[in-house]
């Protein structure tokens, strides 16, 4: 390469921080939600487990849809029987000035998402479960470093 032309290649760190900042959050939907409590089953010896999800397609002109599931399963320590499971699917609407890829999803899904997505989930659980009439469950913060 010669001295007076620009470096054309970019890193991944830089191309991630530069489709980041063009992003908008515009919209959380609760899509769906599904609970079921088996309260003959309810021990103070649980265990929790939690999954999620993601996927995402653009919809229209600069708007991307990312698809975020979370699934919530507690259950005995001792006997492993589910008590309680929780299902929560949502829809994250975003604005982006940039065209969205695999890889910078494959970050993403990893690193910010969780941040923009968790809280909501958190929230549903602690107050659903204090609807059950159950312990509220206090779900960890997401701590992406």
Do not use: H
Not at 34 to 60: G, H
Request: glycine residues 0%; positive net charge; contains cysteine.
């Amino acid at each position: 390469m010669n001295k007076n032309e620009p470096d054309k290649t970019i890193s991944p760190i830089a191309e991630y921080a530069k489709i980041l900042r063009g992003l908008e959050l515009k919209n959380i939907l609760l899509t769906r939600c599904v609970c079921n409590l088996i309260r003959e089953r309810l021990t103070p010896d649980m265990k929790i487990a939690i999954r999620s999800a993601s996927s995402y397609k653009k919809t229209e002109k600069d708007i991307i849809e990312i698809a975020q599931k979370y699934f919530l399963e507690a259950s005995s320590q001792t006997k492993k029987e589910i008590f309680l499971n929780i299902e929560c699917d949502y829809i994250l609407e975003y604005a982006s000035a940039q065209e969205i890829n695999d890889a910078f999803f494959e970050r993403f899904k990893k690193t910010s998402l969780p941040l923009n997505a968790w809280p909501f989930f958190r929230e549903f659980v602690n107050n659903i479960t204090s609807r059950m009439y159950i312990p509220p469950f206090t779900l960890p913060l997401i701590k992406n470093i």
